[in-house]
């Protein structure tokens, strides 16, 4: 589906001019298209192919993206913004869209005139659905594959046995798939309404940490690709099961590094230091470094932007090896929470106050240790803190 169809002057004008033949005579309108669809296609996907396609989309191919464009009611230009913001390649004039593609289209139309949603946050909202699910596909089909290389029946190839799978997969990875999306719904939108004010909702205070495989290119070049993979992995799934499991929210992966999100200090804190104290009890894994800033954020597209997330990656690539560095808006929120001291030396005297007059003594979490000052590479000077738990 390619913007240039659609061209200038009304549909009937354009289908004209389009039907045009080499010689300048002017022909019927569908009669190109009918011309197309008889003539052989050398690019006829492979009938299996087409088979497993129409299962999952449970419909036929039937419409050009021109005549998907008419049946919705809408531009050709709108619907060409809606097919590339999903992610799709431009496909032409090729019949290759069902029911379910006209459908769609007209819903995400209907949004706009109806004022629920601006064309831009629809095309947003195709955007997003779409890097999405192109992601969960990816990962599932990957999942999918390993279980298809096992001895498979006699006479059978891996493609045959794959429509069987997905006939009896899909109907439950869809109703999961709609579970998964409610409940994150429903977590995001909770967050959302206890902001504080309406410019709180986007941009917000958040902890925010990055945590980063040591000496990661050097193992990409000794580990052979599937070693690599694995190692790759069960990294991630590690990170996501801690963050998930206290509190946190995983923004993204990048293979060697992890990004994660909490709005409590003391939750981020717990989540890092857990996962360099998980990380160093497993030999197969290299050392750790994370680093966590606390500040306000932009979150746009399920990311998180901003000087703090920046500084959050700085002090990554700055933290020693298996340890954890802070900015100082962290250490001070983790302070005014009473998660850690604002000082050791405050709290040597409250202790000492509290033993005086024969009372348990504050009960601090995490301890911090300031380190040298130092530039820090667009955004000056910083005074990183060393972040433990306290004994």
Do not use: C
């Amino acid at each position: 589906m390619t913007a240039d169809d659609a061209g200038s002057g009304t549909a009937e004008e354009r289908g004209v001019r389009d039907a045009a033949a080499p010689d300048g005579a002017v022909r019927d309108p569908g009669e190109r298209e009918r011309a197309a669809a008889d003539a052989p296609d050398e690019d006829e996907p492979d009938p299996i192919a087409l088979r497993l396609e129409q299962l999952i989309l449970g419909a036929e191919r039937r419409y050009t993206p021109f005549q998907a464009a008419r049946s919705a009611g809408v531009s050709v230009e709108l619907a060409t913004r809606f097919w590339r913001a999903m992610g799709f390649a431009d496909i032409g004039q090729a019949k290759a869209l069902t029911e379910a593609d006209v459908l769609a289209l007209r819903r995400l139309s209907g949004l706009v005139e109806a004022g629920l949603l601006s064309e831009p946050m629809a095309i947003q909202v195709a955007r997003s659905t779409g890097q999405t699910t192109a992601r969960l596909a990816d990962w599932q089909m990957d999942s999918f594959l390993e279980g298809l290389t096992d001895p498979q029946e006699i006479g059978m190839t891996r493609t045959e046995i794959a429509y069987p799978l997905v006939e009896l997969l899909l109907p439950e990875l869809e109703e999961f798939l709609v579970y998964v999306y409610r409940r994150q719904l429903a977590a995001a939108t909770g967050r959302v309404v206890q902001a504080a004010d309406d410019a709180e909702m986007v941009d917000r205070r958040l902890a925010v940490g990055f945590a980063d495989l040591v000496s990661f290119t050097r193992l990409t070049r000794r580990l052979e690709e599937e070693e690599l993979g694995e190692l790759v992995e069960a990294f991630e799934t590690t990170a996501a099961d801690l963050v998930a499991a206290h509190g946190g929210r995983l923004i993204k992966t990048l293979g060697d590094e992890v990004l994660y999100a909490a709005d409590d200090a003391g939750i981020a804190a717990e989540i890092g230091l857990r996962l360099i104290e998980t990380l160093t009890h497993d030999e197969t894994m290299p050392e750790l470094r994370v680093g966590i800033a606390f500040g306000t954020v932009t979150t746009r597209m399920g990311d998180v932007f901003g000087t703090t997330v920046n500084l959050a990656s700085r002090l990554t690539s700055i933290a020693p090896k298996n340890a954890v560095l802070v900015d100082g808006a962290f250490a001070e929120e983790l302070g005014r929470t009473g998660d850690a001291p604002v000082s050791e030396a405050e709290a040597a005297e409250q202790a000492a106050a509290a033993e005086k007059e024969g009372e348990e003594p504050p009960s601090y979490r995490f301890a911090l240790q300031p380190m040298w000052q130092r530039p820090v590479r667009g955004l000056g000077v910083v005074e990183p803190w060393l972040l433990s738990r306290r004994a």
